[in-house]
C-alpha cells in the first residue's frame, strides 16, 4: 500500500517496473489522488462543509497524501501496541480512553477522507457522485 | 465590565490568566474539544493558528484535565511555556542546554503543586528523557508535555533543535505537544512534519458548525452587559455571529471587540448598527494597523516583509471595498510571490485562508482568503454598517473576488528581501517602545517609564534580562507593576 519515496518520479532512465502501483504511493499520488484533490476541492466551494472539510482544505493537493498517509502510518502504529515484544506499559496507561477514542477518529476520518476524494477521481469505477459522497462525508463527520 | 479585565492585559492572553479564573471565562466549542482530546490523547501533535487564535487556551485545558491539576486523571499532563528569551538566540548543544534546564524547572514547579516527586535538574536530553520516564514509572502514567510559543514565524535559529528535541522525548511513556504559528516552515532534517507528529489547525471560519454558538458563550461568560435586551436590529445569536466574523473567528480580536462597546458605548445606550459601526472603525484604526507596527521588529530576517504586508493589505482591502466583497481568491503566481507577506497579514488577522488551491474562473488555480470586516469596513463605500451589509457578509458560498495571474493589483508591490542576520529588532529598541499606545493599550506610564530609564534601564533588552528583584528595586515599582512589565514584554518579544 506505501511504497518507498522517490526523489524523482519521473527520471528517464526509469523502468516501468520500478514505478509502484502502492496505492498510497507517490507514482498513485501523482496520476490520481493529487487531480481527484484538486477536483474535491473545488466541489466543496459549492457547498458549506463542517471543520473536516476545513481542515482539508487548508491543504494544498500535493500535501494531502503525504499527511494522509502519515495520518494512517501514525494511527497503525498506535493502535498496534501491545502485538509487537516492546509493549512494556500497561495497557491502561498507554491506552487511556481519551487515546483509545483519537484513535478510532484518526481511523475513520482517514478512511473517510481517502474514500470522498476517491469518489472526485475521475479514473474510479463506479464512483458515488461528488454530492452524494460530500453528503456522506459530512454526516461522517 | 469586571475592572480587572480593563486595566489588565490577562483578559486578552490565556497564559496570564489566573488558574482560578481559567475555567469561567474560557469557552470552547465541540471542535475545541475535540482538539482538546488530541492533545490529552496519546501521540505528537503540533497546534498551528495565528495570534489570539486560542492556542495557549486549548493547551492549559488540556492541562488542567490531567494530573496533577485533575489528580484523579489517569495520564499525566504539564503545561511548558517556552517563552525564555536565551532559547531565541541559541542552537545545537547550547539550546539543548538551555531547553533542558528551563523545562526540568518547570516540570518541577508543576509538580510541586500536587505531588510527591523530586524532578531533578537536567542538562541534557539523556537525562531529562530518564527524569520523564521516572516519573511516569513512579506515578504509573503516561505523561504529555504541552509546550506552548514553540515555534515562531522569523525566528528559524532554534526550529531545527526544538524539532529534534520534540522528536527525542516523545516515547511509549512521553506525549509532546506543541503550539506553533503558521508560517514556521523549516522543522530540520531530522523531523518529518507528516511523519513525526499531526498537524491540528486551530482556525474558526463562520461555516463551522458552533460558530456563532461559540462567541455567543463567551460573551455571556466574560460580558454579562452585553444582553439580548440592549442588541437591537437583530438577536444576540445573530450579533456574537456577526462579531466573531468581524475578526474572523479570531478569539483576542473578539474579546478586544466585545471591551471596546463596552467602553465606547454607554451603559444606557442600546448596541446596534450604529455601536457595530462604531467598533469595527476603532479596531480597524486602534487594534488591527497598529498591530502591523507591533509585529515589525519581532520579525527578525522577515522585517522588510512587514511594509510589503502592509502595502498589500491596502490594495485587497481597497479592491474588496469597492466590489463589496468579504473573499478574495489570489492567484497562486502571487501566493507564492508574496508567501511571507501573505502570511504576516494571516497572523495579524486581516485575513485567513479558507482554502489553499481553488479553480478560478480567469483560469489557473489560487488560495482563498477571508478578511477581516474592520479594515473591509473602512473601505466600504459609506463605510457604516447595515442589515443588508451584515446578511452580504455573513452569507455563505458567495463567489469571491479574484486577482488572476495578470492582474495589474499587485505590480508595484515588489517581492520583499529577507535581511541578513536574524537579529530581532525589538531588543535593541528603547524601553520607551513599551509605553501605553494603539500597539501596547496595555504598556507603561511615562512616570515608571523614567524610574526605569534612572535605574540604568535603557533598552528592551535591558529589560527583558532583569530578574523580578532587581525590577522590583527600582523606585515606584512594586510587585505587581513588575508583573505589567513582564505582561508588556510578553507581548512585545513575543507572538
Known amino acids: 500500500v506505501i511504497a518507498e519515496s522517490k526523489v524523482e518520479l519521473w527520471a528517464q532512465d526509469r523502468k516501468p517496473e520500478q514505478m509502484s502501483r502502492a496505492l498510497l504511493g507517490d507514482y498513485v499520488d501523482a496520476v490520481v489522488w493529487q487531480p481527484a484533490f484538486e477536483a474535491f476541492l473545488d466541489a466543496c466551494a459549492k457547498g458549506v462543509l463542517g471543520p473536516r472539510a476545513s481542515v482539508l482544505r487548508g491543504l494544498e493537493p500535493k500535501q494531502f497524501l503525504p499527511r494522509t498517509r502519515g495520518l494512517a502510518m501514525k494511527t497503525f502504529s498506535m493502535a498496534s501496541k501491545g502485538v509487537h515484544h516492546e509493549f512494556v506499559l500497561p495497557h491502561t496507561s498507554y491506552y487511556d480512553d481519551a487515546t483509545v477514542r483519537v484513535l478510532v477518529e484518526d481511523a475513520v476520518h482517514t478512511c473517510a477522507d481517502l474514500g470522498v476524494v476517491a469518489s472526485c477521481c475521475e479514473h474510479m469505477p463506479f464512483p458515488l457522485s461528488r454530492e452524494e459522497a460530500l453528503t456522506i462525508y459530512e454526516d461522517i463527520q | ?495
Not at chain 2, 484523579?72 to 538566540?89: E, M, N, Q, T
Not at chain 2, 511516569?136 to 506552548?148: A, E, H, Q, Y
Not at chain 2, 455563505?396 to 486577482?403: A, K, Q
Open chain 2, 1 to 495: 465590565m469586571n475592572k480587572d479585565d480593563v486595566d489588565s492585559s490577562l483578559v486578552l492572553a490565556a497564559e496570564e490568566c489566573e488558574p482560578s479564573r481559567f475555567a469561567d471565562i474560557h469557552k470552547f466549542s465541540e471542535h475545541d474539544e475535540r482538539i482538546i482530546r488530541k492533545l490529552v490523547a496519546h501521540g505528537p501533535v503540533l497546534l498551528q493558528g495565528g495570534r489570539g487564535t486560542g492556542k495557549s487556551a486549548l493547551l492549559i485545558a488540556a492541562s488542567q484535565r490531567l494530573a496533577p491539576q485533575a489528580p484523579g486523571a489517569d495520564v499525566a499532563g504539564i503545561y511548558v511555556s517556552l517563552r525564555y528569551v536565551p532559547l531565541l538566540k541559541a542552537d545545537g548543544a547550547e539550546y539543548e542546554r538551555l531547553f533542558c534546564g528551563w523545562v526540568s524547572a518547570r516540570i518541577r514547579d508543576a509538580l510541586a503543586k500536587g505531588v510527591q516527586f523530586d524532578f531533578l535538574p537536567c542538562t541534557d536530553v539523556t537525562e531529562i528523557r530518564a527524569e520523564l520516564s521516572r516519573l511516569s514509572s513512579t506515578l504509573g502514567k503516561r505523561v504529555v508535555l504541552l509546550f506552548d510559543d514553540a515555534a515562531h514565524i522569523g525566528r528559524e535559529t532554534s526550529l531545527a533543535s526544538f524539532f529534534d528535541l520534540f522528536r527525542t522525548l516523545s516515547s511509549d511513556a512521553v506525549s509532546c505537544k506543541a503550539a506553533i504559528y503558521p508560517g514556521v516552515t523549516e522543522f530540520g532534517t531530522r523531523f518529518d512534519v507528516y511523519n513525526d507528529a499531526t498537524v491540528v489547525d486551530v482556525a474558526r471560519s463562520p461555516e463551522q458548525p458552533g460558530f456563532g454558538a461559540l462567541f455567543r458563550s463567551i460573551m455571556t461568560a466574560r460580558f454579562p452587559e452585553i444582553t439580548a435586551e440592549r442588541i437591537v436590529g437583530m438577536e444576540l445569536d445573530r450579533f456574537a455571529q456577526f462579531l466573531g466574523a468581524t475578526v474572523l473567528g479570531n478569539v483576542r480580536g473578539f474579546i478586544y471587540a466585545c471591551n471596546d462597546l463596552l467602553t465606547n458605548v454607554e451603559p444606557t445606550q442600546s448596541l446596534g448598527h450604529n455601536a457595530l459601526t462604531g467598533c469595527l472603525q476603532r479596531l480597524a484604526a486602534d487594534y488591527y494597523w497598529p498591530l502591523l507596527d507591533e509585529v515589525r521588529p519581532k520579525l527578525g530576517k522577515y522585517t522588510p516583509a512587514a511594509a510589503t504586508a502592509h502595502d498589500l493589505a491596502e490594495v485587497i482591502f481597497k479592491q474588496l471595498g469597492a466590489a463589496n466583497h468579504s473573499t478574495v481568491l489570489i492567484h497562486r503566481t502571487h501566493v507564492t510571490r508574496l508567501g511571507k507577506p501573505l502570511e504576516i497579514l494571516e497572523y495579524a488577522g486581516f485575513l485567513a485562508r479558507r482554502q489553499a488551491s481553488r479553480a478560478m474562473k480567469s483560469g489557473g488555480r489560487g488560495a482563498l482568503y477571508a478578511v477581516n470586516l474592520c479594515n473591509l469596513l473602512e473601505r466600504v463605500p459609506g463605510s457604516r454598517i447595515t442589515a443588508s451589509l451584515i446578511d452580504t457578509w455573513l452569507a455563505s458560498g458567495l463567489e469571491p473576488f479574484e486577482i488572476h495571474e495578470r492582474s495589474e493589483h499587485f505590480k508595484d508591490i515588489a517581492t520583499p528581501v529577507p535581511s541578513v542576520g536574524d537579529d530581532l529588532a525589538i531588543f535593541d529598541l528603547p524601553i520607551d517602545t513599551l509605553h501605553t499606545s494603539k500597539a501596547y493599550p496595555y504598556g507603561l506610564s511615562t512616570l515608571r517609564i523614567d524610574r526605569l530609564r534612572a535605574a540604568g534601564y535603557k533598552k528592551v533588552r535591558d529589560l527583558a534580562d532583569a530578574t523580578d528583584q532587581q525590577l522590583d528595586d527600582v523606585e515606584s515599582i512594586g510587585e505587581k507593576y513588575v508583573q505589567r512589565i513582564r505582561a508588556v514584554l510578553g507581548q512585545a518579544i513575543w507572538m
